[in-house]
């Protein structure tokens, strides 16, 4: 059996003279046997404390002393084991966690220093020692999450609920929520814009515009290499942490394109611009996928470009992730239609392909990691987030096969993810896991992910069996999402879909005139609920929809039941659906519907 490969800081340390074990049951079955603590450590490539403890308290000589002989040392990587860190993370990076052999938590806490760590390690094993009788073994299961298994359809005042929390935590000076430290968090301004154009609510939109030209504007954005940092130490948004992510900066150009459509303000599709220009210039591997991040250099990030320009680049996490590349697919799909589909659509197209093709393994299932190998197979978060990319996939390409892709992996999901209402555990099950795996969980994200390619694909095919699914399954989780408040944000978009009137467009082609150009335009538009499909003449989707024999390409734009002549030229789009909006404006007095215009 190969050695074990643990990564620590790339500067000078004695960390990997620490003995760590790998999370397996032999490490565990050691511990029970030994009768040692386990110390937890929960690092990250591109963390910055987390290179510091290496540095400083794992290269002291009397720690590393002391943890080797008295202890049972395990080292995870944060990205890799995203199941472990769900379970353990004692409130960021650096965890360091402090374990019964069973898997139980004694204490723990984040960056611990050299002074500090000593005297905790002699507390640790004090209270082991004299209180080891009383502690159960047994790990006691998480409580069950809040859901409501009776639920048909969330009701819309959950997300005015939501929306409300935002306004009470937004900052007004300074844009964002709270104090400090700051996140972007991305739901919640992705909330905000689609509130403002499901109801005119100028306040929400005040609130996204003012936190988004804010992060654009300050240090947390990389205003010489492009890319966003991954959160600001400060309310004036003036201290970031210095690593950039992959998924965050693929929301992130999301976000902003979002903004643009809404808004109009061709600022933010710059913004965007330069964050998609920064992953594909140094996120992206030779075969099609991008790494996971770049190091946090403080050094480095400021110094002016003319210094910059003469030091290598920071580390770049070349390890690819499920997740995070699906997203940046998505946000690559959305530029290709907004900002320039000559540089954007080939790289969103083959990377689509190259995530199918590491990823997906018939018999094992979706993987969440590859390095030097896929790894990691069924994690919820990866099946959530490829799936709605496959369906971008084929709204912006009008290929099939991608749809029936979306169908294998929800396939997938229910024979080794669903639980016993609609919900969807975080994981597969894993017979004797030990520790906290044992018991999976049923996050409010992913499950929220889930819901939205239910209602897709329901608007795609009209049918409603895909429609109620996912009515019942964002509505099951309403109780945890008002709980959890602004941090219920995407489910609150994913609820406001499954009310919001459906935008259906439809472009008819033939095989030597293909409606691209069509496409790649009302993709680009923004809806509450907008599904983009496509219907080859002669296919049975065309055959039954009565649609008039008419030169293709052609769009038709439908909600409900009225729909607008058939539009041959891109330019024609903007006029049917003002048409549109006046006639659903003219059915529902109470404001709601699509936005077409944005």
């Known amino acids: 059996m190969a050695e074990p490969t643990f990564r620590f800081s790339p500067r000078p340390n004695r960390a990997g003279d620490i003995h760590w074990h790998e999370w397996t049951q032999d490490t565990f079955q050691q511990a029970q046997a030994e009768d040692k603590p386990i110390l937890l450590s929960i690092s990250a490539v591109w963390c910055h404390w987390c290179h510091v403890m290496d540095e400083t308290t794992y290269s002291d000589p009397q720690i590393i002393s002391r943890i080797n002989s008295d202890f049972i040392p395990i080292r995870i990587d944060n990205d890799q084991r995203p199941d472990i860190n769900q379970r353990y993370n004692m409130g960021g990076w650096p965890t360091t966690a402090f374990l019964t052999p069973a898997g139980e938590i004694i204490t723990g806490g984040t960056y611990i220093a050299p002074e500090q760590m000593a005297p905790l390690l002699d507390q640790v094993i004090s209270y082991w020692n004299e209180h080891k009788s009383e502690i159960a073994d047994q790990l006691n299961p998480p409580a069950p999450p809040k859901i409501n298994p009776h639920a048909e359809i969330p009701s819309p005042e959950s997300v005015t609920k939501i929306m409300e929390a935002i306004r009470q935590q937004f900052d007004r000076a300074y844009g964002g929520l709270g104090v400090a430290p700051k996140f972007p968090q991305v739901d919640v301004w992705d909330l905000a814009l689609l509130f403002f154009t499901a109801t005119g609510d100028g306040w929400a939109a005040g609130m996204a515009v003012r936190t988004l030209d804010a992060m654009a504007g300050s240090a947390l954005f990389d205003g010489i290499g492009g890319g966003f940092f991954r959160?600001?130490?400060?309310?004036?948004?003036?201290?970031?942490?210095?690593?950039?992510?992959?998924?965050?900066?693929?929301?992130?150009?999301?976000?902003?394109?979002?903004?643009?459509?809404?808004?109009?303000?061709?600022?933010?599709?710059?913004?965007?611009?330069?964050?998609?220009?920064?992953?594909?210039?140094?996120?992206?591997?030779?075969?099609?996928?991008?790494?996971?991040?770049?190091?946090?250099?403080?050094?480095?990030?400021?110094?002016?470009?003319?210094?910059?320009?003469?030091?290598?680049?920071?580390?770049?996490?070349?390890?690819?992730?499920?997740?995070?590349?699906?997203?940046?697919?998505?946000?690559?799909?959305?530029?290709?239609?907004?900002?320039?589909?000559?540089?954007?659509?080939?790289?969103?197209?083959?990377?689509?392909?190259?995530?199918?093709?590491?990823?997906?393994?018939?018999?094992?299932?979706?993987?969440?990691?590859?390095?030097?190998?896929?790894?990691?197979?069924?994690?919820?978060?990866?099946?959530?987030?490829?799936?709605?990319?496959?369906?971008?996939?084929?709204?912006f390409t009008g290929d099939p096969i991608y749809l029936e892709r979306a169908e294998t992996l929800i396939a997938y999901a229910d024979r080794v993810l669903k639980g016993e209402n609609n919900g969807f555990y975080d994981q597969i099950e894993i017979p004797g896991a030990?520790?906290?795996?044992?018991?999976?969980?049923?996050?409010?994200?992913?499950?929220?992910?889930?819901?939205?390619?239910?209602?897709?694909?329901?608007?795609?095919?009209?049918?409603?069996?895909?429609?109620?699914?996912?009515?019942?399954?964002?509505g099951e989780f309403s109780p945890m999402a008002e709980e959890q408040g602004v941090f219920g944000a995407l489910w609150a978009i994913v609820a406001d879909r499954a009310h919001a009137p459906v935008l259906s467009a439809t472009v008819v082609q033939s095989h030597h005139r293909p409606g691209t150009a069509l496409r790649q335009a009302i993709y680009g538009l923004y809806d509450r609920n907008r599904v983009v499909r496509t219907w080859p003449v002669g296919s049975p989707e065309f055959a039954q929809s009565g649609y008039p024999e008419i030169p293709v390409p052609a769009l038709y734009i439908c909600q409900g039941q009225t729909c607008s002549q058939p539009i041959t030229e891109p330019e024609g789009i903007l006029p049917a659906l003002q048409q549109l909006q006046q006639a659903a404006t003219a059915q529902v007095p109470n404001p709601g519907g699509s936005s077409p215009e944005a």
């Open 231 to 395: 959160y600001s130490t400060t309310r004036e948004w003036t201290i970031p942490h210095f690593e950039k992510m992959l998924d965050d900066n693929a929301q992130l150009a999301k976000l902003y394109l979002h903004a643009y459509q809404v808004l109009g303000d061709d600022t933010y599709r710059q913004i965007a611009d330069a964050v998609l220009n920064w992953a594909n210039k140094n996120l992206l591997n030779l075969n099609g996928l991008w790494g996971g991040s770049q190091d946090a250099d403080e050094e480095y990030y400021r110094l002016p470009q003319e210094e910059r320009d003469k030091r290598p680049a920071p580390f770049v996490d070349p390890i690819m992730y499920t997740h995070a590349n699906a997203q940046m697919i998505s946000a690559q799909l959305l530029a290709a239609s907004l900002i320039n589909p000559t540089v954007y659509a080939p790289i969103a197209l083959t990377a689509l392909e190259a995530l199918w093709d590491r990823m997906w393994d018939e018999n094992a299932g979706l993987y969440h990691y590859d390095n030097d190998g896929p790894k990691l197979p069924g994690q919820l978060i990866d099946v959530a987030h490829f799936t709605n990319t496959l369906i971008d996939g084929y709204e």
């Open 434 to 474: 030990p520790g906290r795996l044992k018991h999976r969980q049923q996050p409010l994200n992913e499950n929220a992910l889930m819901a939205r390619a239910f209602l897709r694909l329901g608007a795609l095919f009209e049918d409603e069996q895909w429609t109620r699914r996912g009515q019942a399954l964002v």
